[in-house]
């Protein structure tokens, strides 16, 4: 009978877990070998945390154990462990920390808790942090990409979808795959740190995209937004059928578009005609701006005008007519609200040279109860039982300084202690819910109030 190994031993355990340096494991850049550059069967020292490929003889792992006498190596695809060059699997209860590092899990009671129950975790260095109040690197540029996913990583429905990967594990979508691992790493409180990078994500929507949004160059994030829910809607089987998908369910809501088609008599004054209505389908509300005035004040500094969005909101009255390129004019209603609304302030736009101008105009909003029953069409026993169609404030994003060189922040309410928190890349700060409503918001994320 063979001798057995020590390591096949009842109570063996390995000798070189000690050297184990959590410190230097991060497991958010894209899982390439560090020598060959291939992305299969790809291990982590967890000695001193490079990529190797493969874990047998003559293999970049196997050399990299003898050359500079590192044992223990993880599987970056199934989060096993193994002591090389002895090849042997080490199983050990100390190693779940990393293991959840790598691979955030969560049951449906744990996520169920996430906005009523606060959790405060510890990274290794000694640091506190809060899950779901999580930095993203900003990877040159990306500050754009980090607001938009942080504003829709507390979307409760979307976010509750994506931290359980049974709802789309059946999928091949790498777009689909990677924003389920960032909203999971937001949110786990397995963090070895307060921070997380969206490399992943990052070169996912770059494919994804075609290389219309790229690392290195800030983009649009209202752009951006309305890529990546139309792209993760289609990845994940959406059709064009209301509610076809996570997207569509959390967000789509609907409006009555009216048309006056102009028609000239001659010399004459022209003429209106009402043509049919359409009700078109929507994932956001875009809102105009009124033109910043060129008034100075006794210093002879701009000033920046504010105005209530509610003056913005007044082209979905069904009453005020917007004009058309052509000379036709629209009308706008909405005929029924998403449960989660999102409001895009337009603020940028391309002057007659293609410059890209901003209007600095500051649009005020209440961070709880906008009423927007006005600009909603309800049947008159609606609107005698005093229908509410009021919406709390989320997230909005703000976009400060000048239009190609400034830099993206958002302002998100966390739940589970009702306090709001300024968001920008690694920074997360406490913030006073005032100052949010008198700042340069150019996207907001509201939920629906409870009746």
């Avoid at 956001?284 to 006794?298: E, G, I, M, N, S």
């Avoid at 609107?383 to 830099?407: C, E, F, N, V």
Wanted: charge should be negative; aromatic fraction near 10%.
């Amino acid at each position: 009978m063979a001798k057995r190994k020590p390591w096949e031993e009842a109570g063996f355990r390995c000798p070189y877990l000690d050297t184990i340096n959590r410190l230097v494991l991060d497991f958010d850049f894209e899982k390439a070998c560090s020598v060959s550059g291939n992305n299969f069967n790809v291990y982590a020292c967890l000695v001193c945390g490079k990529y190797f490929q493969g874990r047998g003889k003559h293999t970049q792992c196997y050399t990299h154990a003898l050359q500079e006498a590192h044992h223990v190596y993880m599987n970056l695809g199934d989060g096993r462990v193994y002591c090389l060059p002895d090849g042997y699997e080490v199983i050990d209860s100390s190693l779940k920390d990393i293991q959840d590092m790598l691979d955030p899990s969560f049951t449906p009671e744990a996520v169920s808790t996430l906005d009523s129950v606060p959790v405060y975790a510890r990274g290794v260095d000694g640091s506190d942090y809060m899950p779901g109040l999580i930095g993203l690197n900003n990877i040159k540029g990306t500050d754009s990409v980090n607001v938009v996913v942080q504003s829709l990583a507390r979307v409760p429905p979307l976010r509750d979808f994506f931290l359980l990967p049974s709802n789309y594990a059946h999928l091949r979508s790498p777009l689909v795959a990677e924003f389920g691992a960032l909203v999971r790493k937001i949110w786990s409180p397995h963090n070895f740190k307060g921070q997380v990078s969206p490399h992943e994500l990052l070169q996912a929507i770059m494919s994804a995209s075609a290389n219309r949004f790229k690392i290195g160059e800030q983009c649009d994030p209202m752009d951006f937004l309305a890529w990546l829910l139309n792209s993760l809607h289609t990845a994940l089987g959406g059709t064009r059928k209301a509610g076809s998908s996570i997207i569509h369910r959390t967000f789509q809501g609907s409006v009555k578009v009216t048309t006056l088609k102009a028609r000239g008599e001659g010399e004459e004054e022209a003429e209106e005609e009402e043509a049919t209505a359409r009700e078109l389908p929507f994932l956001y509300l875009t809102v105009d701006v009124p033109p910043a005035p060129l008034f100075k004040d006794a210093l002879e500094r701009n000033i920046i005008p504010q105005v209530p969005l509610f003056a913005c909101l007044a082209k979905f009255d069904g009453q005020t007519p917007q004009e058309m390129m052509n000379g036709d004019k629209r009308r706008y209603i909405i005929t029924r609200l998403p449960r989660y609304l999102i409001v895009h302030i337009k603020r940028f736009s391309k002057n007659t040279q293609h410059f890209l101008e901003k209007n600095p105009t500051i649009v005020n909003f209440p961070v709880r109860n906008l009423d927007l029953s006005n600009y909603v069409e309800m049947s008159e026993e609606e609107r005698a039982a005093g229908a509410s169609h009021k919406y709390h404030l989320m997230s909005s994003i703000q976009h400060d300084g000048p239009p190609d060189t400034g830099a993206y922040r958002a302002f998100v309410h966390f739940k589970a202690n009702d306090s709001w928190y300024e968001m920008q890349d690694l920074h997360c700060n406490g913030v006073h819910p005032q100052l949010i409503s008198v700042s340069e918001s150019y996207i907001q994320f509201y939920d629906a109030a409870a009746a």
